[in-house]
Protein backbone atom coordinates (compact mmCIF):
# COMPACT_ATOMS: atom_id res chain seq x y z
CA UNK A 1 0.00 0.00 0.00
CA UNK A 2 1.12 3.34 -0.38
CA UNK A 3 1.13 4.75 2.98
CA UNK A 4 3.45 2.26 4.13
CA UNK A 5 7.00 3.37 5.02
CA UNK A 6 9.86 1.85 7.34
CA UNK A 7 10.14 4.10 10.42
CA UNK A 8 13.95 4.75 11.51
CA UNK A 9 13.46 2.68 14.34
CA UNK A 10 12.90 -0.20 11.97
CA UNK A 11 9.38 -0.69 11.79
CA UNK A 12 6.64 -0.65 9.48
CA UNK A 13 4.14 2.06 9.52
CA UNK A 14 0.65 2.39 7.18
CA UNK A 15 -1.67 4.90 7.44
CA UNK A 16 0.60 6.59 9.56
CA UNK A 17 0.87 4.41 12.62
CA UNK A 18 2.95 1.75 13.50
CA UNK A 19 2.42 -2.25 12.82
CA UNK A 20 3.82 -2.50 16.29
CA UNK A 21 1.06 -0.37 17.84
CA UNK A 22 -1.84 -1.68 15.71
CA UNK A 23 -0.55 -5.20 16.82
CA UNK A 24 -1.04 -3.89 20.45
CA UNK A 25 -4.09 -2.73 19.98
CA UNK A 26 -5.77 -5.26 17.51
CA UNK A 27 -3.91 -7.99 17.98
CA UNK A 28 -2.74 -10.35 15.09
CA UNK A 29 -3.44 -11.70 12.77
CA UNK A 30 -5.41 -8.57 11.70
CA UNK A 31 -5.99 -7.52 8.11
CA UNK A 32 -4.59 -3.81 7.58
CA UNK A 33 -6.96 -2.00 5.50
CA UNK A 34 -4.91 1.15 4.22
CA UNK A 35 -7.60 3.64 3.30
CA UNK A 36 -5.94 6.41 1.02
CA UNK A 37 -4.33 3.48 -1.14
CA UNK A 38 -8.36 1.87 -2.10
CA UNK A 39 -9.49 5.61 -2.24
CA UNK A 40 -6.84 6.28 -4.58
CA UNK A 41 -6.88 2.98 -6.66
CA UNK A 42 -10.89 3.73 -6.97
CA UNK A 43 -9.85 7.39 -8.42
CA UNK A 44 -7.36 6.43 -10.63
CA UNK A 45 -9.85 4.04 -12.37
CA UNK A 46 -12.16 6.16 -12.20
CA UNK A 47 -10.69 8.91 -13.60
CA UNK A 48 -8.64 6.91 -16.15
CA UNK A 49 -12.50 5.03 -17.57
CA UNK A 50 -13.80 8.55 -17.37
CA UNK A 51 -16.54 7.68 -20.12
CA UNK A 52 -16.81 4.11 -19.27
CA UNK A 53 -18.77 2.82 -15.65
CA UNK A 54 -16.49 0.90 -13.64
CA UNK A 55 -17.57 -1.66 -11.08
CA UNK A 56 -16.20 -2.62 -8.31
CA UNK A 57 -16.13 -6.38 -8.16
CA UNK A 58 -17.46 -7.28 -4.56
CA UNK A 59 -16.41 -10.66 -4.48
CA UNK A 60 -12.76 -9.35 -3.74
CA UNK A 61 -13.68 -7.86 -0.83
CA UNK A 62 -16.91 -6.59 1.04
CA UNK A 63 -18.07 -4.80 3.43
CA UNK A 64 -20.10 -2.02 4.12
CA UNK A 65 -17.03 0.41 5.32
CA UNK A 66 -15.63 -0.80 1.56
CA UNK A 67 -18.80 -0.25 0.23
CA UNK A 68 -19.23 3.33 1.31
CA UNK A 69 -15.89 4.18 0.20
CA UNK A 70 -16.70 2.76 -3.11
CA UNK A 71 -20.04 4.94 -3.38
CA UNK A 72 -18.04 8.00 -2.03
CA UNK A 73 -15.41 7.22 -4.59
CA UNK A 74 -18.39 7.07 -7.88
CA UNK A 75 -18.09 3.52 -9.03
CA UNK A 76 -20.61 1.01 -9.79
CA UNK A 77 -20.60 -1.93 -7.89
CA UNK A 78 -20.50 -5.56 -9.15
CA UNK A 79 -22.01 -8.46 -6.63
CA UNK A 80 -22.32 -12.13 -7.52
CA UNK A 81 -25.17 -13.38 -4.51
CA UNK A 82 -27.50 -12.15 -2.06
CA UNK A 83 -25.08 -12.18 0.39
CA UNK A 84 -23.12 -9.86 -1.46
CA UNK A 85 -26.24 -7.62 -2.61
CA UNK A 86 -27.41 -8.00 1.47
CA UNK A 87 -24.41 -6.13 2.42
CA UNK A 88 -24.66 -3.56 -0.45
CA UNK A 89 -28.17 -2.80 0.06
CA UNK A 90 -27.09 -2.45 4.19
CA UNK A 91 -24.41 0.38 3.38
CA UNK A 92 -26.86 2.50 1.50
CA UNK A 93 -25.42 1.38 -2.15
CA UNK A 94 -27.53 2.86 -4.71
CA UNK A 95 -29.10 -0.57 -6.45
CA UNK A 96 -29.33 1.48 -9.92
CA UNK A 97 -25.57 0.99 -9.78
CA UNK A 98 -25.15 -2.89 -9.34
CA UNK A 99 -24.70 -5.11 -11.86
CA UNK A 100 -25.72 -8.51 -10.28
CA UNK A 101 -23.61 -11.49 -11.89
CA UNK A 102 -23.77 -15.33 -10.86
CA UNK A 103 -24.15 -18.77 -12.82
CA UNK A 104 -26.80 -20.54 -10.67
CA UNK A 105 -28.63 -17.10 -9.29
CA UNK A 106 -31.48 -18.48 -7.02
CA UNK A 107 -35.68 -17.77 -7.59
CA UNK A 108 -35.03 -15.58 -4.23
CA UNK A 109 -31.70 -13.88 -5.26
CA UNK A 110 -33.60 -12.41 -8.31
CA UNK A 111 -36.73 -11.52 -7.03
CA UNK A 112 -34.63 -9.61 -4.40
CA UNK A 113 -32.08 -8.15 -7.12
CA UNK A 114 -35.87 -7.22 -8.64
CA UNK A 115 -37.24 -5.72 -5.86
CA UNK A 116 -34.34 -3.31 -4.60
CA UNK A 117 -34.22 -2.35 -8.49
CA UNK A 118 -30.41 -3.84 -9.34
CA UNK A 119 -29.42 -1.44 -12.46
CA UNK A 120 -28.53 -4.59 -14.48
CA UNK A 121 -28.57 -8.64 -14.39
CA UNK A 122 -25.71 -9.97 -16.29
CA UNK A 123 -27.59 -13.43 -17.65
CA UNK A 124 -25.38 -16.46 -17.57
CA UNK A 125 -27.73 -19.46 -18.67
CA UNK A 126 -30.87 -19.88 -20.61
CA UNK A 127 -32.61 -21.48 -17.37
CA UNK A 128 -31.64 -17.98 -15.81
CA UNK A 129 -33.23 -16.34 -18.18
CA UNK A 130 -36.61 -18.38 -18.27
CA UNK A 131 -36.39 -17.56 -14.17
CA UNK A 132 -36.15 -13.90 -14.61
CA UNK A 133 -38.13 -13.29 -17.61
CA UNK A 134 -41.28 -15.34 -15.34
CA UNK A 135 -40.10 -13.33 -12.21
CA UNK A 136 -40.05 -10.16 -14.13
CA UNK A 137 -43.57 -10.98 -16.21
CA UNK A 138 -45.37 -11.58 -12.13
CA UNK A 139 -43.41 -8.34 -10.42
CA UNK A 140 -44.18 -6.20 -13.50
CA UNK A 141 -40.87 -5.34 -13.98
CA UNK A 142 -38.37 -5.02 -16.89
CA UNK A 143 -34.61 -5.14 -15.83
CA UNK A 144 -32.02 -4.48 -18.14
CA UNK A 145 -29.53 -7.15 -18.65
CA UNK A 146 -26.42 -8.29 -20.08
CA UNK A 147 -25.51 -11.80 -21.78
CA UNK A 148 -22.35 -12.76 -20.41
CA UNK A 149 -20.25 -14.84 -23.30
CA UNK A 150 -17.46 -17.07 -23.74
CA UNK A 151 -15.28 -15.77 -25.98
CA UNK A 152 -13.08 -18.92 -26.45
CA UNK A 153 -9.96 -16.94 -24.90
CA UNK A 154 -7.40 -18.66 -23.20
CA UNK A 155 -6.49 -16.60 -20.16
CA UNK A 156 -2.53 -17.01 -19.06
CA UNK A 157 -3.44 -17.28 -15.63
CA UNK A 158 -4.24 -20.32 -13.27
CA UNK A 159 -6.49 -22.59 -14.74
CA UNK A 160 -8.78 -22.36 -11.56
CA UNK A 161 -9.26 -18.49 -12.48
CA UNK A 162 -9.93 -18.36 -16.00
CA UNK A 163 -13.21 -17.97 -17.29
CA UNK A 164 -13.59 -17.47 -21.01
CA UNK A 165 -11.95 -21.04 -22.60
CA UNK A 166 -14.97 -23.03 -23.63
CA UNK A 167 -15.25 -25.76 -21.47
CA UNK A 168 -15.97 -24.01 -18.26
CA UNK A 169 -19.36 -23.33 -16.15
CA UNK A 170 -19.85 -19.71 -17.27
CA UNK A 171 -21.67 -18.09 -20.15
CA UNK A 172 -23.05 -18.54 -22.97
CA UNK A 173 -20.58 -20.23 -25.83
CA UNK A 174 -19.56 -17.86 -28.64
CA UNK A 175 -18.50 -20.18 -30.82
CA UNK A 176 -21.32 -23.26 -30.37
CA UNK A 177 -23.88 -20.28 -30.66
CA UNK A 178 -25.74 -19.97 -28.02
CA UNK A 179 -24.44 -16.36 -27.22
CA UNK A 180 -26.10 -15.14 -30.00
CA UNK A 181 -29.55 -17.81 -29.58
CA UNK A 182 -29.50 -16.06 -26.00
CA UNK A 183 -29.92 -12.95 -26.80
CA UNK A 184 -32.25 -13.10 -30.08
CA UNK A 185 -33.92 -15.39 -27.29
CA UNK A 186 -34.40 -12.12 -25.18
CA UNK A 187 -34.88 -9.89 -27.93
CA UNK A 188 -37.78 -11.81 -29.15
CA UNK A 189 -39.57 -12.39 -26.03
CA UNK A 190 -39.28 -8.91 -24.76
CA UNK A 191 -39.59 -8.88 -21.44
CA UNK A 192 -36.01 -8.37 -20.24
CA UNK A 193 -34.32 -5.19 -21.78
CA UNK A 194 -30.84 -6.26 -23.59
CA UNK A 195 -28.70 -3.45 -22.96
CA UNK A 196 -25.93 -4.95 -23.97
CA UNK A 197 -23.00 -8.10 -24.06
CA UNK A 198 -20.59 -9.15 -21.15
CA UNK A 199 -17.38 -11.00 -21.19
CA UNK A 200 -14.60 -11.47 -18.27
CA UNK A 201 -11.39 -13.74 -19.14
CA UNK A 202 -10.21 -14.28 -16.03
CA UNK A 203 -8.18 -13.34 -13.01
CA UNK A 204 -4.96 -11.99 -12.65
CA UNK A 205 -3.88 -11.52 -16.08
CA UNK A 206 -0.88 -9.41 -16.96
CA UNK A 207 -1.13 -10.39 -21.24
CA UNK A 208 -3.48 -7.29 -21.99
CA UNK A 209 -4.01 -9.21 -25.49
CA UNK A 210 -6.70 -11.38 -24.02
CA UNK A 211 -9.30 -8.54 -23.44
CA UNK A 212 -8.35 -7.33 -27.13
CA UNK A 213 -9.69 -10.44 -28.23
CA UNK A 214 -12.25 -10.54 -25.97
CA UNK A 215 -13.60 -6.95 -27.05
CA UNK A 216 -13.54 -7.70 -30.90
CA UNK A 217 -15.07 -11.32 -30.50
CA UNK A 218 -17.55 -9.56 -28.66
CA UNK A 219 -17.90 -6.94 -30.69
CA UNK A 220 -18.38 -9.08 -33.78
CA UNK A 221 -21.57 -11.05 -31.80
CA UNK A 222 -22.94 -7.82 -31.40
CA UNK A 223 -23.03 -6.68 -35.02
CA UNK A 224 -24.27 -10.21 -35.89
CA UNK A 225 -27.32 -9.58 -33.41
CA UNK A 226 -27.63 -6.35 -35.35
CA UNK A 227 -27.83 -8.11 -38.42
CA UNK A 228 -30.59 -10.52 -37.55
CA UNK A 229 -32.71 -8.34 -35.31
CA UNK A 230 -31.94 -4.49 -36.00
CA UNK A 231 -30.82 -3.67 -32.78
CA UNK A 232 -27.91 -2.01 -31.70
CA UNK A 233 -26.87 -3.26 -27.91
CA UNK A 234 -25.48 0.03 -25.83
CA UNK A 235 -23.25 -1.40 -23.63
CA UNK A 236 -19.96 -3.73 -23.74
CA UNK A 237 -18.88 -4.79 -20.45
CA UNK A 238 -15.40 -6.16 -19.98
CA UNK A 239 -15.24 -7.56 -16.73
CA UNK A 240 -12.20 -7.72 -14.19
CA UNK A 241 -9.25 -9.74 -14.21
CA UNK A 242 -6.30 -7.25 -14.42
CA UNK A 243 -3.39 -8.05 -12.50
CA UNK A 244 -1.55 -6.67 -9.89
CA UNK A 245 2.45 -7.37 -8.73
CA UNK A 246 2.28 -9.69 -5.80
CA UNK A 247 6.11 -9.79 -5.87
CA UNK A 248 8.94 -7.89 -7.34
CA UNK A 249 8.56 -10.17 -10.68
CA UNK A 250 5.16 -8.97 -11.78
CA UNK A 251 4.41 -6.08 -13.85
CA UNK A 252 0.76 -4.90 -14.23
CA UNK A 253 -0.69 -2.35 -16.22
CA UNK A 254 -1.76 1.21 -14.89
CA UNK A 255 -5.26 1.70 -15.40
CA UNK A 256 -4.73 4.90 -18.07
CA UNK A 257 -2.74 2.16 -20.01
CA UNK A 258 -5.42 -0.39 -19.80
CA UNK A 259 -7.93 2.23 -20.96
CA UNK A 260 -6.30 3.55 -24.10
CA UNK A 261 -5.91 0.20 -25.40
CA UNK A 262 -9.55 -1.03 -24.93
CA UNK A 263 -10.63 1.94 -26.20
CA UNK A 264 -8.67 1.64 -29.25
CA UNK A 265 -9.43 -1.69 -30.51
CA UNK A 266 -13.59 -1.33 -29.16
CA UNK A 267 -13.11 2.16 -31.42
CA UNK A 268 -11.46 0.02 -34.75
CA UNK A 269 -13.97 -2.90 -34.07
CA UNK A 270 -17.14 -0.51 -34.37
CA UNK A 271 -15.15 0.88 -37.36
CA UNK A 272 -14.66 -2.27 -38.89
CA UNK A 273 -18.55 -3.36 -38.24
CA UNK A 274 -19.86 0.06 -38.95
CA UNK A 275 -21.61 -0.39 -35.06
CA UNK A 276 -22.07 2.81 -32.82
CA UNK A 277 -19.78 2.47 -30.03
CA UNK A 278 -21.16 0.94 -27.08
CA UNK A 279 -20.63 2.37 -23.50
CA UNK A 280 -18.30 0.59 -21.80
CA UNK A 281 -17.76 -1.11 -18.31
CA UNK A 282 -15.34 -2.70 -16.58
CA UNK A 283 -15.57 -4.78 -13.01
CA UNK A 284 -11.71 -4.63 -11.07
CA UNK A 285 -11.88 -6.19 -7.80
CA UNK A 286 -8.25 -7.26 -7.54
CA UNK A 287 -6.27 -3.91 -8.61
CA UNK A 288 -8.71 -1.64 -6.57
CA UNK A 289 -8.11 -3.44 -3.09
CA UNK A 290 -5.83 -6.01 -3.59
CA UNK A 291 -2.39 -3.50 -3.07
CA UNK A 292 -4.34 -1.57 -0.32
CA UNK A 293 -4.35 -4.70 2.81
CA UNK A 294 -1.27 -6.04 4.54
CA UNK A 295 -1.80 -9.14 6.51
CA UNK A 296 -0.02 -8.66 10.05
CA UNK A 297 0.79 -11.94 11.85
CA UNK A 298 2.92 -13.20 14.62
CA UNK A 299 5.76 -15.50 14.62
CA UNK A 300 5.23 -18.07 16.92
CA UNK A 301 7.92 -21.17 16.02
CA UNK A 302 10.87 -21.15 14.01
CA UNK A 303 11.85 -24.34 12.76
CA UNK A 304 14.92 -25.49 11.01
CA UNK A 305 14.49 -28.94 9.37
CA UNK A 306 17.07 -30.83 9.39
CA UNK A 307 19.60 -28.27 7.70
CA UNK A 308 16.61 -28.80 4.38
CA UNK A 309 14.74 -25.44 5.37
CA UNK A 310 13.39 -23.44 7.96
CA UNK A 311 9.71 -22.98 8.60
CA UNK A 312 8.46 -20.34 10.04
CA UNK A 313 4.66 -20.27 11.81
CA UNK A 314 2.42 -17.74 12.19
CA UNK A 315 -0.92 -16.95 14.19
CA UNK A 316 -3.15 -17.57 10.83
CA UNK A 317 -2.24 -19.43 7.49
CA UNK A 318 -4.86 -20.76 4.96
CA UNK A 319 -8.09 -19.85 6.91
CA UNK A 320 -6.59 -16.02 6.60
CA UNK A 321 -5.48 -16.52 2.63
CA UNK A 322 -5.86 -19.64 0.84
CA UNK A 323 -4.59 -18.43 -2.29
CA UNK A 324 -0.84 -19.99 -2.10
CA UNK A 325 -2.76 -23.93 -1.33
CA UNK A 326 -5.14 -22.96 -3.73
CA UNK A 327 -3.47 -21.28 -6.75
CA UNK A 328 -0.27 -21.59 -6.01
CA UNK A 329 -0.15 -18.06 -5.65
CA UNK A 330 3.20 -15.75 -4.63
CA UNK A 331 3.34 -13.39 -1.76
CA UNK A 332 6.32 -11.94 -0.04
CA UNK A 333 6.86 -11.28 3.77
CA UNK A 334 9.00 -9.23 5.75
CA UNK A 335 9.64 -8.70 9.25
CA UNK A 336 8.24 -5.65 10.83
CA UNK A 337 8.35 -4.64 13.71
CA UNK A 338 11.79 -4.10 14.18
CA UNK A 339 14.95 -3.72 11.97
CA UNK A 340 17.75 -6.35 12.01
CA UNK A 341 21.29 -6.47 9.68
CA UNK A 342 20.96 -9.86 10.34
CA UNK A 343 22.40 -12.52 7.12
CA UNK A 344 18.98 -13.40 4.67
CA UNK A 345 17.69 -16.54 5.19
CA UNK A 346 15.81 -18.41 2.63
CA UNK A 347 12.52 -19.30 4.80
CA UNK A 348 9.20 -20.60 4.42
CA UNK A 349 6.16 -18.84 6.21
CA UNK A 350 3.81 -21.43 7.38
CA UNK A 351 0.39 -21.17 9.23
CA UNK A 352 -1.01 -22.92 11.86
CA UNK A 353 -3.60 -25.21 10.51
CA UNK A 354 -3.21 -28.93 11.03
CA UNK A 355 -2.09 -29.82 6.83
CA UNK A 356 1.49 -29.75 5.40
CA UNK A 357 0.24 -27.36 2.00
CA UNK A 358 -0.55 -24.53 4.81
CA UNK A 359 1.61 -22.46 3.05
CA UNK A 360 1.37 -18.49 3.33
CA UNK A 361 4.64 -17.53 1.29
CA UNK A 362 6.40 -20.51 -0.51
CA UNK A 363 10.12 -18.80 -0.60
CA UNK A 364 11.26 -15.82 1.06
CA UNK A 365 14.39 -14.04 2.63
CA UNK A 366 13.87 -13.18 5.84
CA UNK A 367 16.72 -11.96 8.51
CA UNK A 368 18.42 -15.25 10.10
CA UNK A 369 17.18 -13.76 13.26
CA UNK A 370 14.09 -14.20 12.54
CA UNK A 371 12.47 -15.41 16.31
CA UNK A 372 8.92 -16.08 17.72
CA UNK A 373 6.99 -12.82 18.73
CA UNK A 374 8.14 -10.76 15.51
CA UNK A 375 5.42 -9.18 13.43
CA UNK A 376 5.40 -10.54 9.99
CA UNK A 377 3.39 -8.16 6.88
CA UNK A 378 2.59 -10.11 4.18
CA UNK A 379 1.62 -7.36 1.69
CA UNK A 380 -1.00 -7.35 -1.23
CA UNK A 381 -3.66 -9.81 0.49
CA UNK A 382 -6.91 -6.99 -0.01
CA UNK A 383 -8.76 -8.90 -2.53
CA UNK A 384 -9.90 -12.79 -2.28
CA UNK A 385 -8.44 -13.60 1.66
CA UNK A 386 -10.58 -12.21 3.70
CA UNK A 387 -13.78 -12.72 1.31
CA UNK A 388 -12.37 -16.57 0.93
CA UNK A 389 -11.15 -17.02 4.69
CA UNK A 390 -12.49 -19.67 6.40
CA UNK A 391 -12.33 -21.22 10.40
CA UNK A 392 -10.78 -24.21 9.29
CA UNK A 393 -9.46 -26.03 12.51
CA UNK A 394 -12.54 -23.63 14.20
CA UNK A 395 -9.49 -20.41 14.06
CA UNK A 396 -11.74 -17.23 13.94
CA UNK A 397 -11.20 -15.28 11.23
CA UNK A 398 -8.71 -11.77 11.52
CA UNK A 399 -10.24 -8.66 11.76
CA UNK A 400 -10.14 -6.19 9.06
CA UNK A 401 -8.36 -2.46 10.11
CA UNK A 402 -8.71 0.61 7.95
CA UNK A 403 -6.17 2.99 8.90
CA UNK A 404 -5.70 6.63 7.73
CA UNK A 405 -4.18 9.62 8.69
CA UNK A 406 -2.34 8.09 11.99
CA UNK A 407 -5.95 6.46 13.11
CA UNK A 408 -6.87 3.46 12.85
CA UNK A 409 -10.61 1.60 13.34
CA UNK A 410 -12.07 -1.65 12.97
CA UNK A 411 -14.12 -1.99 10.15
CA UNK A 412 -14.71 -5.87 10.13
CA UNK A 413 -14.76 -6.77 13.77
CA UNK A 414 -12.26 -10.25 14.97
CA UNK A 415 -14.18 -13.59 15.48
CA UNK A 416 -14.59 -14.91 18.60
CA UNK A 417 -14.95 -18.62 19.71
CA UNK A 418 -18.35 -16.92 21.17
CA UNK A 419 -19.12 -16.50 17.71
CA UNK A 420 -18.30 -20.02 16.26
CA UNK A 421 -19.62 -21.45 19.03
CA UNK A 422 -23.14 -19.83 18.46
CA UNK A 423 -24.08 -21.13 14.98
CA UNK A 424 -23.27 -24.88 17.21
CA UNK A 425 -26.55 -25.61 18.62
CA UNK A 426 -26.58 -29.34 18.44
N1 LIG B 1 -16.15 -9.77 -13.07
C1 LIG B 1 -16.49 -11.08 -13.05
C2 LIG B 1 -17.63 -11.53 -13.82
C3 LIG B 1 -15.74 -11.97 -12.28
O1 LIG B 1 -16.08 -13.25 -12.26
C4 LIG B 1 -14.64 -11.50 -11.52
C5 LIG B 1 -13.84 -12.40 -10.72
C6 LIG B 1 -14.33 -10.14 -11.57
C7 LIG B 1 -15.11 -9.30 -12.36
C8 LIG B 1 -13.20 -9.53 -10.79
O2 LIG B 1 -11.96 -10.02 -11.15
P1 LIG B 1 -10.63 -9.32 -10.58
O3 LIG B 1 -10.54 -7.94 -11.19
O4 LIG B 1 -10.76 -9.23 -9.12
O5 LIG B 1 -9.54 -10.22 -10.99
N2 LIG B 1 -10.43 -16.20 -6.03
C9 LIG B 1 -9.56 -15.99 -7.16
C10 LIG B 1 -10.12 -15.01 -8.14
C11 LIG B 1 -11.49 -15.38 -8.62
C12 LIG B 1 -12.06 -14.34 -9.50
C13 LIG B 1 -13.51 -14.59 -9.73
N3 LIG B 1 -14.13 -13.63 -10.55
C14 LIG B 1 -8.19 -15.52 -6.65
O6 LIG B 1 -8.00 -15.44 -5.46
O7 LIG B 1 -7.29 -15.27 -7.44
Redesign the pocket.
Known sequence: PRTVSRAEAGHLEIGGVSVTDLAAEHGTPAYLLDEDDLRARCRDFAAAFADCDVYY?G??FLCKAVVRIVDEEGLHL?V?SGGELAVALAAGFPAERMGF?GNNKSISELRRALEAGVGRI?VDSFDEIDRLTELSEKMNKRPDVLV?VTVGVEAHT?E??A?AHEDQK?GFSLAGGSAFQAAVKILDEGVLELKGL?S?IG??IFDTSGFEVAARRVLELQAQIRDARGVELEDLDL????GIAYTTQDDPSTPGDLAKRLHKIVESECELASLRKPRLSI?????IVGPAVLTLYEVGTVKDVDGIRTYVSVDGGMSDNI?TA??D?SYSATVAGRASSAEPLLARVVGKHCESGDIVVKDEFLPADVQPGDLLAVPGTG??CRS?ASNYNHVPRPPVVAVRDGASRVIVRRETEADLLALDVG
Request: hydrophobic share 35%; charged share 20%; glycine share 12%.
Open positions: AKSDCHIRHFITFHHSQGGGFEPGRARLYAAYM
